[in-house]
Each structure stands twice: as C-alpha cells, then as structure tokens.
C-alpha cells in the first residue's frame, strides 16, 4: 500500500524559511518522479514542482521560481521543498503527489499525501 | 502556458442524476488530461487520466471523454460520496503543469 506524509508546515514570518518533507512507503522510490502540489486556503490546485526519479531533472511553477527547491533523497524514501523567501501568498496546503507510472512518464498524480499547512503571516 | 477552465463553477445535482462536468483547454492537449475528486478536508484522489482512463479502483460510474481542448466528465448516478469538488489537470503542455478551476458538485 502505497503511504505519503507531508510535515514541516506551520507558522513562517514573511521573509523566513521553511523546508517541507514528505516521506513515502510502499512503492519504489526512485523509479517514479515527484510532485509539490499546493492549495491556497478556499482556492483550487497548484502545481509547485517537479523532480524525476532520478532527481536529475527539476522544473518549477514561474511563480516561485527563484525561491524553491525540490530534492530528494533515494536512500531513505524522501522528498523535500524550500522554500526562501516566503511570502504571505505561500500560505497553503502543500501536497506531495507521485507520478502515476515510472519514469518517463506523464505527469499525472495517482497518489497524494493528506497534506501540510503552511501559514505565512507575521 | 496552456489554461484549463472548468465549467459550471457549481453544479446542483440530485442524488441518483446524472452530473456533467466540463473542462476546456486554451490549445489542444490531445488526450493528456487527467481528473480528480477531492471531499472536503481531504488530498485530491485520482479519477481519470488519459481523458478516458479510468484509475485502479475508480468506480465505472466516472467516465471521462473528449480530446483536443473540450473534454467532459461524466458521473452517471450521482452517490452520496460524489458530492465533492472535481478538478481536471493537462499534462501535454508543460511546465507549468495547470490545473482547472474546479467544479463543486453538490445536492440539489
């Protein structure tokens, strides 16, 4: 069975940090992309971010460009988001989703973490 | 980038109805969109991808149609558990990766 938790939401003051992670189980890992989905509060879906399997290739949403990274680590089934600055209008949930086939494949989202809150407010 | 509208923005639907859901693209995307369901409270679940794929567990009464810019979805006999708010995404055309607006199914 496939199991995704997202954690290091909370509360950030405009201009902070934060670093997100999701860890995963039931799958193999790196054989499958990685996705950073987020949800402003009452609003619709985000795309944020995307990395392969590998990690060799990332691609990121023009909105937060320049201050987000996604990584991964292989080696103990997780991945992770910085983001830096931050801004009020990065309060949100954040989803890690994974790629519904292996690597290449196309970017659709057959599972999802229940999500991390992140409130950007001073 | 590809913008994907949804429409209605709300459907009032009876239970045991029919519901149709519509998802436009600003350009073809041939089949590369996918569909999801998401309850309140609760991460997005994968309904649809390849327009008409249903995914693993999906129950048959989702079905999903269209290519190019106009694809639909419908929900033949609307359940208590469907009454949610359905997003379609494309995934031809990337990055960004973009997602609808959202349609809010709810009971009439």
């Known amino acids: 069975e496939v199991q995704m938790l997202e954690s290091g939401g909370g509360l950030v003051q405009p201009g902070g940090s934060l670093r997100l992670s999701c860890v995963v189980s039931?799958?193999?890992?790196?054989?499958?992309?990685m996705n950073w989905v987020r949800q402003s509060p009452g609003k619709g879906l985000e795309w944020v971010s995307t990395?392969?399997?590998?990690?060799?290739?990332?691609y990121y949403a023009d909105s937060m460009k320049g201050r987000v990274t996604i990584s991964r680590d292989n080696s103990q089934n997780r991945l992770f988001l910085q983001v830096n600055p931050v801004r009020a209008d990065d309060t949100g949930v954040y989803f890690c989703?994974?790629?519904?086939?292996?690597?290449?494949?196309?970017?659709?989202?057959?599972?999802w973490g229940l999500g991390t809150l992140v409130t950007v407010s001073s | 980038e590809i913008i994907v509208t949804q429409s209605p923005a709300t459907l009032s639907v009876s239970p045991g109805e029919r519901a149709t859901l519509s998802c436009r693209a600003s350009?073809?995307?041939?089949?590369?969109i996918a569909w999801y369901q998401q309850r309140p409270g609760q991460a997005p679940r994968l309904l649809i991808y390849?327009?008409?794929t249903r995914a693993t567990g999906i129950p048959a009464r989702f079905s999903g149609s269209g290519s190019g810019t106009e694809f639909t979805l419908t929900i033949s006999s609307l359940q208590s558990e469907d009454f949610a708010v359905y997003y379609c995404q494309q995934y031809n055309t990337w990055p960004p990766l973009t997602f609808g607006g959202g349609t809010k199914v709810e009971i009439k």
């Open positions: 039931g799958f193999t890992f790196d054989d499958f992309a």
């Open positions: 990395i392969s399997g590998s990690g060799g290739a990332r």
């Open positions: 390849a327009a008409s």
């Open positions: 350009q073809s995307v041939r089949t590369k």
């Open positions: 989703a994974k790629n519904g086939a292996p690597d290449p494949a196309d970017p659709f989202f057959d599972h």
